[in-house]
């Protein structure tokens, strides 16, 4: 009787524990089953070749794109740099289970190196770095459904339309699609007919007004296989509540006074200072102005608008010196012609509102 206490304890030490029972819906799968299905998945699995059992098939794969922020619009050098969340999904034939045999174990999460992924690229990147995708985990699930998703920061080019700055839109597109595999082989398709704003951050000086997708099949010169791509449209507008207040109303204030130099005495020395002092603070705008614009054939509005009131100030600087000229002739100066002083006194003076004129004036 003695040696029945100690006989338990020993019994008790060397029997199996019993399992925690866990809710169903929060229980996570033993440790060793996880390792023995990823051992069992990549015995004999090669990530090179496309994972498909018949080879004259199309591989489908889904494409997704979140825009998370714009960081940067180069106009001049016309890059967009943009950060983005680009999903991929596809199906594997090669990586299927069946979760009883590893206790319910439905997906796992990986090493996006382990298995074949698409060499989906931006088309039209302006960066010599192509790889600009961050190397995250891929979710793999028991039917074989591959999901990855990637953060990555993307220099593409866009090409600027200034025409009518500063209340300009643009048209940005980002073209993906694969780069050494056809149409026969992977059929890229775009999973939403948009691109995804939800977690869009937004810009200080860029609206977006809508980013549009579009599946299109290309069939390139040097090869007879068509090529898929899925095209995104970025839709831009630009907030010109900065350029109003610092380009454009002071243009606007300062050709108001060239007006003003005609009301200057002849005899004040300030009159020609005054039209060569606002032309020069409009060459500084207008410099500024060409700065920041990308050199085309297509000319600003502002741009437009600062051409003419420079012509205008120009022509105001010209006849303020010839209306001093005829002023300081004195006495010895030719009498005005008749025709000249009809022109002047009766058309021009109706024309202007001057209906009297004064000895004094």
Same mark, same amino acid.
């Given at each position: 009787?003695?040696?029945? !206490?100690? *006989?338990?304890?020993?019994? #008790?030490?060397?029997?199996?524990? +019993?399992?925690?029972?866990?809710?169903?819906?929060?229980?996570?799968?033993?440790?060793?089953?996880?390792?023995?299905?990823?051992?069992?998945?990549?015995?004999?699995?090669?990530? +090179?070749?496309?994972?498909?059992?018949?080879?004259?098939?199309?591989?489908?794969? &889904?494409?997704?794109?979140?825009?998370?922020?714009?960081?940067?619009?180069?106009?001049?050098?016309?890059?967009?740099?943009?950060?983005?969340?680009?999903?991929?999904?596809?199906?594997? #034939?090669?990586?299927?289970?069946?979760?009883?045999?590893?206790?319910?174990?439905?997906?796992?999460?990986?090493?996006?190196?382990?298995?074949?992924?698409?060499? %989906?690229?931006?088309?039209?990147?302006?960066?010599?770095?192509?790889? /600009?995708? =961050?190397?995250?985990?891929?979710?793999?699930?028991?039917?074989?459904?591959?999901?990855?998703?990637?953060?990555?920061?993307?220099?593409?080019?866009?090409?600027?339309?200034?025409?009518?700055?500063?209340?300009? /839109?643009?048209?940005?597109?980002?073209?993906?699609?694969?780069?050494?595999? @056809?149409?026969?082989?992977?059929?890229?398709?775009?999973?939403?007919?948009?691109?995804?704003?939800?977690?869009?951050?937004? @810009?200080?000086?860029?609206?977006?007004?809508?980013?549009?997708?579009?599946? @299109?099949?290309?069939?390139?010169?040097?090869?007879?296989?068509?090529?898929?791509?899925?095209?995104?449209?970025?839709?831009?507008?630009?907030r010109a509540s900065f350029y109003i207040f610092n380009?454009?109303?002071?243009?606007?204030?300062?050709?108001?006074?060239?007006?003003?130099?005609?009301?200057?005495? *002849?005899?004040?020395?300030?009159?020609?200072?005054?039209?060569?002092?606002?032309?020069?603070?409009? &060459?500084?705008?207008?410099?500024?102005?060409?700065?920041?614009?990308?050199?085309?054939?297509?000319?600003?509005?502002?741009?437009?608008?600062? %051409?003419?009131?420079?012509? =205008? %100030? &120009? *022509?105001?600087? *010209?006849?303020?010196?010839?209306?001093?000229?005829?002023?300081?002739?004195?006495?010895?100066?030719?009498?005005? !012609?008749?025709?000249?002083?009809?022109?002047?006194?009766?058309?021009?003076?109706?024309?202007?509102?001057?209906?009297?004129?004064?000895?004094?004036?």
């Open positions: 009787l003695g040696r029945a !206490p100690a *006989a338990a304890l020993a019994l #008790a030490a060397t029997a199996p524990p +019993a399992p925690l029972w866990v809710p169903a819906g929060c229980r996570g799968a033993q440790g060793r089953f996880a390792y023995k299905l990823l051992h069992d998945l990549f015995a004999n699995y090669s990530s +090179a070749l496309r994972p498909v059992e018949d080879t004259d098939r199309a591989l489908n794969v &889904t494409l997704q794109v979140t825009l998370s922020q714009i960081i940067d619009m180069d106009e001049r050098n016309q890059v967009l740099t943009s950060y983005l969340w680009v999903r991929q999904a596809w199906l594997d #034939a090669h990586l299927t289970w069946d979760k009883d045999a590893y206790d319910g174990i439905d997906s796992i999460r990986i090493p996006s190196s382990y298995v074949w992924r698409p060499d %989906i690229i931006l088309y039209n990147n302006a960066d010599d770095h192509f790889g /600009g995708s =961050m190397e995250t985990n891929v979710v793999l699930r028991s039917d074989g459904h591959i999901m990855w998703d990637s953060p990555a920061i993307t220099k593409s080019s866009c090409k600027v339309d200034v025409s009518y700055f500063p209340f300009d /839109g643009q048209r940005c597109r980002l073209t993906f699609g694969s780069w050494t595999y @056809n149409g026969n082989q992977i059929d890229l398709r775009n999973r939403l007919d948009t691109g995804d704003l939800t977690d869009f951050v937004e @810009n200080v000086e860029w609206e977006v007004l809508g980013m549009p997708a579009t599946r @299109n099949v290309i069939t390139y010169g040097c090869c007879s296989e068509p090529y898929p791509d899925v095209t995104y449209t970025l839709l831009l507008r630009r380009l454009l109303l002071p243009c606007i204030m300062v050709s108001f006074l060239a007006p003003l130099g005609f009301y200057l005495p *002849a005899d004040s020395g300030e009159k020609v200072s005054l039209g060569v002092t606002v032309l020069l603070a409009l &060459t500084v705008f207008q410099l500024l102005v060409a700065e920041s614009m990308p050199p085309s054939e297509s000319v600003p509005l502002i741009g437009k608008y600062y %051409i003419a009131t420079m012509t =205008m %100030i &120009t *022509a105001s600087t *010209a006849l303020t010196i010839f209306i001093m000229n005829i002023h300081h002739c004195g006495p010895g100066a030719r009498p005005v !012609p008749p025709w000249a002083r009809r022109f002047i006194l009766h058309h021009m003076a109706r024309l202007c509102c001057v209906y009297e004129v004064g000895e004094s004036c």
